[in-house]
């Protein structure tokens, strides 16, 4: 993370709703900080609560070493947010760190009276709109797991839009292109709140 | 004919993937020739790889999908005594359902292989990684291996099959990892050449194994009673037997792996700076692995510790158990991921460790522990806190006092009352 060079464990949260991506987004982050070049990633999708609309998490481990550990992620780095609706859910309110965590919200415009710590930083992007505009739809519902990987890329500077795009072409090929038009709209429109 | 495609024939890849994919992969580059599923959580994506495998055209092999684990099992026994190499994946239940099959295979002498994702046996239902399901049928004649990495996991379906279809050997195998803490994570896996691989392994003799082999066109009957004066005892023998001297070609096929492939899996159990430690915390599975994290933190310190990571319980390490106990060791601790209740010890392996010490004549201190059951998390602090008891042990010798320590064993966690 910029500012913090000798560290080399990043440990990154995903919460979502079962339907929006959010684990396929964090197998994709896996891959792009691999071919970013970090040594090690491991991602650990949480099991029990698959279900449409359901809080979902989803963690990721990118090392500059090999990764022994199994024990669960409890002091992310960063937290994605899918949805900000999440937000008002005690569970995920508790389990993001009041301090030295960058927490990135899908969300058109956030009011400032979130639940959130004042000492983290605070990011959101319009991944919902993002997703609409390209037709990125999954059941009628948008896709926000593609462009929150632009957002990302953006905020935590762990995993260039290099990586970010070859791992998406190497997925789905010619059919790529909307997928990477949507993770750079959605890097130039991150945002930090505070 | 299988349609490998051609850059999986010359080149080496990495693929970011789910411990359960990593035994997929390893049973399709081994080429195995008959497969049957039955599904069970968290296995099941490993038989539905194969499946995609299969249908895809990637594997040339007979998949067949039956109603039970027990017939899992039934209908392995059969492919295998035809001489094709045969595969399965179970977890939890399934394996106790298939029971009495383990014994027809072993028994039968069939190299079948089979994976599980372990966890934890119902009721109340749990789904995550605990050992009980394999440790509780660890004397049916199978070799248990236990894979605390995902590379790892892969690597050693490759070995299994040369292990066990060994003409010394000829005996089932085991691969052992934890349900969702590895087969349900995703990390990067090297799929070798499968150029390479099948120089390594190369398929079953084409007329079946020299000792039985299922021919429509020379019918015999195998497995049939035998009388107590007949050979069932010598039969029983041979079995043990044969465990104990795989040990040799267990080593010897780590080595031609580490040759062909540039990754050592050291032997029957993996020594981590045990050397020069007076105190070892000796375990299995993932958390033996991430317990090298604790060792190298208080190695920092100053503290003489060290790991001793069983990959094998049967065979048994026992020569590799006895050189551990004649070097500097003074305590010891043992992390059963299991339970055996009654058991001299809360835990299976522990007690099975410390029936070795005898062979030993240094006095060593020795503190069983059972962890992580159902899944429950055990981070690093938790295992320097074990460390830290041991070193307690060692310099006053003093006990855990606290209600965690129960009939002799540290049960981690624990809430009594519960």
Redesign the interface.
């Known amino acids: 993370m910029p500012g913090n060079k000798k560290k080399s464990d990043y440990e990154i949260t995903f919460f979502s709703r079962g339907g929006q991506g959010g684990i396929t987004s964090c197998?994709l982050l896996?891959?792009m900080a691999?071919v970013e070049g970090f040594k090690?990633?491991?991602?650990?999708?949480q099991?029990g609560a698959e279900r449409r609309g359901a809080a979902i998490r989803a963690f990721l481990i990118i090392s500059g070493h090999e990764?022994?550990?199994?024990?669960?992620v409890t002091n992310p780095d960063i937290v994605m947010v899918f949805d900000e609706s999440l937000l008002n859910l005690p569970l995920i309110i508790n389990a993001i760190p009041r301090a030295k965590c960058k927490v990135l919200v899908n969300a058109e415009k956030l009011e400032n009276d979130t639940r959130l710590s004042k000492d983290i930083e605070l990011y959101t992007f319009p991944g919902t709109s993002i997703a609409l505009g390209l037709d990125l739809l999954l059941e009628g519902s948008p896709l926000v797991n593609v462009p929150i990987l632009g957002a990302f890329s953006k905020v935590s500077g762990l995993v260039s839009m290099k990586s970010i795009k070859s791992v998406l072409k190497e997925k789905w090929g010619s059919k790529a292109d909307k997928n990477i038009k949507a993770v750079e709209l959605s890097y130039d429109q991150t945002k930090r709140i505070y | 004919m299988s349609k490998i495609k051609k850059s999986e024939m010359d080149k080496e890849q990495t693929i970011i993937m789910s411990g359960n994919y990593a035994s997929a992969w390893g049973a399709k580059c081994s080429r195995v020739k008959a497969i049957s599923a039955y599904p069970i959580t968290p296995q099941t994506t490993v038989v539905e790889k194969l499946a995609d495998f299969v249908d895809g055209g990637e594997l040339d092999a007979r998949y067949v999908k039956v109603e039970s684990e027990h017939s899992v099992m039934a209908s392995l026994v059969g492919s295998s005594m035809t001489g094709a190499r045969s595969f399965t994946a179970t977890s939890g239940q399934g394996l106790l359902y298939m029971t009495e099959m383990l014994h027809w295979v072993s028994s039968s002498r069939l190299p079948i292989v089979t994976t599980i994702a372990s966890r934890g046996i119902a009721p109340p239902w749990n789904i995550w990684a605990e050992y009980t399901d394999i440790l509780s049928i660890r004397d049916c004649g199978w070799i248990i291996q236990f894979a605390s990495t995902h590379q790892e996991i892969f690597d050693s379906v490759l070995m299994s099959y040369k292990i066990a279809e060994n003409q010394g050997v000829m005996l089932p195998y085991f691969i052992v990892y934890g349900g969702f803490t590895q087969s349900h994570t995703s990390k990067p896996v090297r799929i070798p050449p499968q150029k390479e691989i099948d120089a390594f392994l190369p398929p079953p003799p084409e007329k079946g194994w020299s000792h039985l082999n299922l021919d429509p066109e020379n019918p015999v009957t195998f497995g049939n009673l035998l009388m107590p004066q007949q050979e069932y005892l010598d039969f029983r023998f041979l079995i043990h037997d044969s465990m104990v001297k795989s040990k040799k070609i267990i080593q010897k096929t780590i080595k031609e792996f580490k040759k062909s492939f540039k990754r050592d899996y050291s032997g029957l159990a993996e020594n981590y700076k045990c050397n020069d430690a007076d105190v070892v915390l000796i375990s299995y599975g993932a958390l033996a692995e991430q317990s090298k994290i604790a060792v190298d933190e208080l190695r920092k310190e100053g503290k003489k510790v060290g790991l001793f990571k069983l990959r094998y319980i049967r065979p048994f390490p026992n020569e590799e158990l006895v050189k551990l106990f004649n070097s500097d060791v003074k305590v010891i601790g043992i992390a059963d991921q299991g339970t055996a209740f009654g058991n001299p010890t809360g835990g299976p392996i522990s007690t099975e460790v410390m029936s070795l010490l005898r062979q030993s004549n240094r006095k060593i201190k020795v503190l069983p522990y059972v962890w992580g059951l159902g899944g429950r998390d055990v981070t690093v602090d938790e295992q320097i806190r074990v460390f830290h008891q041991l070193i307690q042990l060692k310099n006053k010798n003093e006990y855990p006092t606290d209600d965690t320590f129960q009939h002799g064993t540290v049960w981690m966690g624990l809430k009594t009352g519960a």
């Not at chain 1, 090690?40 to 999708?45: L, R």
């Not at chain 1, 990764?67 to 669960?72: G, H, L, N, P």
């Open positions: 197998q896996a891959q691999f090690d990633v491991m991602s650990i999708p099991i990764i022994r550990r199994v024990s669960a």
